[in-house]
């Protein structure tokens, strides 16, 4: 069965340094989204992507945040200058269609800023 | 704006007993309501969905009835298995205008001993 996968599994950066997380979605998905999760608070949605540019962000999403499909399979999203309360799992996510379908999420990337 | 409340953890329960996670939503307009359990190392699953009230999701013995006169969307299980031992997450799907993000809750820790 197809699967959203995601990499590195774990990541460990210092404040201030540039990571990108990369995720690729099931193939005919078109929808693609980011969602964090700090340790023990709610799951909160950063982002969603369709054709190509950003369809919809939250608050968290700011300009330290960005969001790109460099080719047909991959979605990373690049934090420029990490900070400490970056620190969380992210989850990628997909669907084929926003309106009706489940979104298919990834097995998340720890991201550990010190 | 959307929120979801979910019972909190840890839940710890004897093989064969039976199972409750509350959840409670609030949301303008008719959201969805799903169920998702992540296993320990693993991404988010689908557990099970509902799409309108009254509806009924149901998978691996696991169900859940969206209630629109109470809110909620508990979930329950009558007789739950050392392999149920997982996180789960209820959320909510709201798709009305531009917002097609989902909203979780905090996640419930299930453990299940034998």
């Known amino acids: 069965e197809p699967e959203v996968t995601q990499t590195p599994s774990h990541q460990v950066t210092q404040m201030g340094q540039e990571v990108i997380l990369r995720c690729v979605p099931i193939?005919?998905?078109?929808?693609f989204y980011w969602y964090r999760q700090i340790l023990g608070q709610k799951v909160e949605f950063l982002v969603s992507?369709?054709?190509?540019?950003?369809?919809?962000k939250s608050e968290i999403f700011d300009d330290q945040f960005s969001v790109e499909r460099p080719d047909g399979s991959n979605f990373t999203l690049k934090i420029r200058s990490t900070k400490l309360e970056d620190s969380a799992m992210y989850f990628c996510?997909?669907?084929?269609?926003?309106?009706?379908?489940?979104?298919?999420f990834g097995p998340g990337t720890r991201l550990t800023v010190l | 704006g959307d929120s979801v409340t979910q019972m909190e953890g840890p839940v710890t329960l004897s093989e064969e007993a039976f199972l409750t996670i509350n959840c409670t939503y609030t949301?303008?307009?008719?959201?969805?309501l799903f169920w998702y359990v992540q296993y320990p190392g693993e991404g988010l699953q689908l557990l099970l969905k509902?799409?309108?009230?009254?509806d009924k999701g149901s998978n691996k013995g696991f169900e859940a009835t969206y209630r629109k006169e109470t809110t909620s969307f508990h979930l329950e299980k009558g007789s739950v298995q050392v392999s149920d031992s997982a996180v789960y997450f209820c959320?909510?799907?709201?798709?009305?205008?531009?917002?097609?993000?989902?909203?979780f809750g905090k996640g419930t820790l299930l453990t299940v001993n034998p």
């Open positions: 996510a997909s669907n084929r269609d926003r309106v009706t379908d489940t979104q298919y």
């Open positions: 193939s005919n998905h078109l929808y």
């Open positions: 992507f369709y054709n190509n540019e950003i369809s919809e």
């Open positions: 949301a303008t307009g008719y959201p969805s």
């Open positions: 509902a799409t309108k009230a009254d």
């Open positions: 959320a909510l799907y709201s798709s009305g205008g531009s917002n097609y993000k989902l909203t």
